[in-house]
């Protein structure tokens, strides 16, 4: 049976894979985006406007990263059995809708850089900012985004808390997002840092059974005689 057509194989290996593969994009993400690179005490006023190609890879990037992470949360939900399936139901789905939400909000990204270029520079990063202080933006996008990153983090701790996943992988992955667009130092150990928490956790997935992943008792090896009748045990 190929991996596509068996659907346990194919789910733990693409919420695994996934897991390991969206820290990747997320920093390579980081590095392409012009403005963060400028580092914290620089203008970046325009500069989205200057370099509109490496916004348009940057800001696609960034939105897969996300994206990336939403089959990674399903899997972590998925193992959560027997110990803190409440909690972990729920973290689950604040960290599901709230990382919608990021991936949402990269858009924004191309709209300051058409506006940056349509308009003289500080007053296109001034309408762009306007923009996203309107309040549906506010708390249709970006709060529900920062909540995903709460809920991200108690979901590990909940997968923690089922014996699914190391105590420290919560706090790795949300360190690392948090810090990766520091750049370049910043980038560097958060990267690193999302990439060990996620990626521990799914390699994990990778390395389990089918069984083991679906939660399906491991059965009885037969000990019955060749002839397939019971053997005796007088």
């Not at 963060?36 to 916004?55: A, F, I, M, N």
């Not at 399936?85 to 960290?95: P, Q, W």
């Not at 928490?197 to 679906?214: F, H, K, P």
Request: contains cysteine; hydrophobic residues 50%.
């Amino acid at each position: 049976m190929s991996v596509l057509a068996d659907p346990r194989t194919f789910r733990r290996s693409a919420a695994g894979l996934c897991l390991i593969i969206a820290p990747l994009v997320y920093v390579a993400g980081i590095v392409v985006d012009p403005a963060l690179r400028q580092g914290r005490g620089d203008d970046t006023v325009g500069v989205y406007g200057q370099y509109p190609e490496q916004v348009s890879v940057s800001a696609s990037m960034l939105h897969w990263s996300w994206v990336l992470l939403l089959p990674g949360i399903i899997g972590m939900i998925h193992l959560i059995r027997q110990r803190g399936v409440v909690f972990g139901h729920i973290a689950g789905g604040l960290a599901f809708l709230g990382i919608v939400n990021f991936s949402g909000l990269m858009l924004g990204d191309f709209f300051y850089s058409r506006l940056e270029r349509a308009l003289p520079a500080a007053a296109g990063a001034m309408l762009a900012d306007q923009a996203f202080a309107d309040p549906g933006a506010r708390f249709a996008f970006q709060i529900p985004g920062f909540i995903g990153l709460v809920g991200l983090f108690l979901l590990g701790l909940a997968l923690a808390y089922a014996r699914r996943g190391p105590w420290w992988a919560p706090f790795a992955m949300l360190a690392g997002i948090l810090t990766g667009p520091i750049f370049p130092y910043g980038t560097i150990a958060g990267g690193a840092l999302y990439l060990a928490g996620a990626g521990v956790i799914g390699l994990r997935m990778l390395r389990m059974s089918d069984d083991e992943w679906s939660g399906e008792p491991v059965q009885p090896a037969f000990t019955g005689s060749p002839s397939g009748n019971l053997a005796n045990t007088r």
